[in-house]
């Protein structure tokens, strides 16, 4: 690394690790307003971010008018400061006064799929409050674990995943998948994983929002080998301070016994579960990913 991009990357961990200090004085609802006004910030300043989103919303929502995309696009970024802001407060959860700020609806699913024995996959996307709901849900007693990717910068990464453990959250590297899923798994534990970015052209094709959208093949390869439950589950943000994760019944694939085919239905199951909350909440969605940049590239040209 050179002394430039070290540089770099310390002032960041000291900007991110200074707004974590910042928001854990706060009361919850303050903090969860400053995310607000980070991420409409954001939204301003950050153009190439901003045009992204912007393509892949008219991209999903061609018959939507412009004013009704920039308005969504705009409350997309300031959901994702806020989002920001639940994970710095990590900190400040535990069992006794989780519900406070994260209410659990159809928790039973959990209870269903461990009850068989063989684990469960829990299913996200960059959608809503992602990380605090983990910590939520691991701190009601469920064992989860994360399986990370570690990030350019990895100053905050360690940050992130001190954060993530401090609720008791297991972290699986990426590097380590395979050997590190299938063991949770054998144990029958959780584990939680985002499965919703471009995977280029080593991904399975679905369709999302009715285009082909090139997505990661190993979740799925881990439910087709394993039998684990898939849980899905989306948390929707009712306040500054509060939000709710509706999870979806336990559901365990069928599987034919080829493996491309499996990986392929079991992939579009969970895609459509992402597809029918980020229609209901187009706004608690990540767009300034660049979700269709294999499959269409042309969107994102200016």
């Not at 994702?80 to 802001?85: E, V």
């Not at 959250?169 to 029958?188: E, H, P, S, T």
């Not at 584990?191 to 679905?206: F, K, N, R, W």
Request: contains cysteine.
């Amino acid at each position: 690394m050179s002394r430039l991009k070290k540089l770099k990357h310390l002032f960041e961990f000291a900007l991110v690790g200074s707004i974590t200090v910042t928001v854990n004085l706060l009361p919850a609802s303050w903090a969860g307003a400053l995310g607000g006004v980070l991420g409409r910030g954001a939204y301003a300043v950050l153009r190439r971010r901003r045009r992204i989103a912007l393509a892949n919303l008219r991209f999903c929502f061609p018959e939507a008018e412009e004013g009704w995309l920039r308005a969504v696009a705009r409350r997309s970024f300031a959901n994702f400061g806020k989002a920001m802001i639940d994970w710095m407060r990590v900190p400040r959860l535990n069992p006794g006064n989780v519900e406070k700020y994260h209410t659990l609806v159809n928790g039973a699913s959990f209870d269903e799929a461990l009850a068989r024995g063989r684990g469960a996959l829990l299913f996200t996307g960059h959608f809503g409050s992602w990380e605090q709901t983990g910590a939520a849900v691991c701190l009601r007693g469920y064992p989860i674990n994360f399986l990370v990717g570690e990030q350019h910068n990895v100053y905050v990464y360690r940050l992130m995943n001190r954060l993530r453990e401090v609720a008791g959250i297991g972290i699986i590297q990426v590097g380590v998948a395979a050997k590190g899923v299938f063991k949770v798994l054998r144990a029958n534990g959780m584990v939680a994983l985002l499965s919703d970015q471009d995977a280029g052209e080593d991904g399975v094709v679905v369709s999302f929002f009715g285009r082909a959208a090139s997505t990661p093949k190993g979740p799925a390869a881990f439910v087709a080998k394993t039998g684990a439950a898939i849980c899905a589950g989306f948390a929707i943000r009712d306040s500054n301070r509060h939000n709710t994760l509706y999870m979806e019944e336990a559901v365990w694939p069928e599987v034919t016994g080829e493996l491309d085919v499996d990986i392929k239905n079991i992939t579009q199951f969970y895609t459509d579960l992402l597809e029918k909350y980020c229609r209901a909440y187009p706004d608690h969605y990540y767009w300034m990913h660049r979700r269709f940049k294999t499959t269409h590239p042309e969107i994102y040209e200016p």
